[in-house]
Every structure is written in structure tokens, then in C-alpha cells.
T-cell receptor
């Protein structure tokens, strides 16, 4: 079955460490997105990529980095520069970055906790 | 992006109707969406409405759109315990989605 796989489901990080969250899709979608979810704040866009080898900053990109070397993969690195990284991270994809009725397809999320 | 606003919490009794409201910001949004998030999971697209429509019905779900007031609502008929979740409205601005804060729906048996 086609879909988006995020791993791991739970991740614990010590302060000062970088960690990388995986997002893989087999939907042949061109566009991929990373969102951060905090209670009561909804979803905030971190980075997005509309095509391989290209990506743009979203609303809260500071302290994060991404790469898009393959169409199916869009990993997110949470660096030590991110001051408050504990959150639920969601990856999404879309066949086309232009708006359409199908919206986005989401992964099941990674919960990152700083210990 | 500007804020898409929703109430944070809603409680209803099983069998009653639920109405979740959303105020969006971009009058030129082509599509408006409702997503459902169950605990610890990603978001699932429930339904969408095209901006030239006033209403869309899909089984127990009814979406109402008031473009003049930029108001979107989702009505769930005969609400069941399995409907307990967080519901997000979303709009498109400049080819990006902007999500509301989410409404946590609790269904009381």
C-alpha cells in the first residue's frame, strides 16, 4: 500500500545533540512538508520541498535543516540550535504543490522529547 | 501566515450533533479542508469544499461555507465515541496550507 512512513515513532534526545527524523513516501508525490505540532498551537510549517534538490523555509525554520536528495525521502534534522525541540513532528506530501481537492497526505508522526 | 481560528474544545453527548467552527483569513482560498487527528496519529483528510460552494454533505458530515464572513463549519450528525479526536480546518494561501489550532472533540457516552 502507498503511504508516508515516519520513523521512529518516539525519539529521545539529550540537550546539545542533533537528531534526524526520517520521512519516506512511496506515493510518487513531488511536494513534501514538515510540520511541528504543539498543544493548542495547531500545525506550524518548518520546511517544504516542491521538487528534488530544492527546499524552502517555512514559518519556523530556525534550528532545523532538511535535504531532498531523492523524491521519496525528506529527512528533518533538529539541531542543538533549536531551543525548544520537544514536540510532535508531522511529515506530509502532495502530488503537486498547487492547491487541489486531495490536500495533503500525512505520516503518523514522530514524538521528540528532550531529556 | 495569518491565523486560522478555531475553538479549542467541544464536548457533546453520544447521538447528538457536533458543530465545529472555523474562521479563515484568505478570501481567495480555492479549497477549504477538514482534517481529523486521532491520538498519537497523523492527520486524515475528512472532507473538503470548493470555494464556489455553500454546502457539501458526505454521509454524517456537512460542511457549510460562508465566504462573506470567512466562516467554515463542520457538522457531524449522530456523533459517536469514535468521533472523539482533534479536528483541524485548513486553507490554502499562496500554495501552502495553513491549519487552524484544532478543536478537541470529546464525545460523552
Amino acid at each position: 500500500d502507498g503511504g508516508i512512513t515516519q520513523s521512529p515513532k518516539y525519539l529521545f534526545r539529550k540537550e546539545g545533540q542533533n537528531v534526524t527524523l526520517s520521512c519516506e513516501q512511496n506515493l510518487n508525490h513531488d511536494a513534501m512538508y514538515w510540520y511541528r505540532q504543539d498543544p493548542g498551537q495547531g500545525l506550524r510549517l518548518i520546511y517544504y520541498s516542491q521538487i528534488v534538490n530544492d527546499f524552502q523555509k517555512g514559518d519556523i525554520a530556525e534550528g532545523y535543516s532538511v535535504s531532498r536528495e531523492k523524491k521519496e525521502s525528506f529527512p528533518l534534522t533538529v539541531t542543538s540550535a533549536q531551543k525548544n525541540p520537544t514536540a510532535f513532528y508531522l511529515c506530509a506530501s502532495s502530488p503537486d504543490p498547487r492547491p487541489a481537492h486531495y490536500g495533503y497526505t500525512f505520516g503518523s508522526g514522530t514524538r521528540l522529547t528532550v531529556v | 501566515g495569518e491565523d486560522v481560528e478555531q475553538s479549542l474544545f467541544l464536548s457533546v453527548r453520544e447521538g447528538d450533533s457536533s458543530v465545529i467552527n472555523c474562521t479563515y483569513t484568505d478570501s481567495s482560498s480555492t479549497y477549504l479542508y477538514w482534517y481529523k487527528q486521532e491520538p498519537g496519529a497523523g492527520l486524515q483528510l475528512l472532507t473538503y469544499i470548493f470555494s464556489n460552494m455553500d454546502m457539501k454533505q458526505d454521509q454524517r458530515l456537512t460542511v457549510l461555507l460562508n465566504k462573506k464572513d470567512k466562516h467554515l463549519s463542520l457538522r457531524i450528525a449522530d456523533t459517536q465515541t469514535g468521533d472523539s479526536a482533534i479536528y483541524f480546518c485548513a486553507e490554502i494561501q499562496v500554495n501552502q496550507f495553513y491549519f487552524g489550532t484544532g478543536t478537541s472533540l470529546t464525545v460523552i457516552p
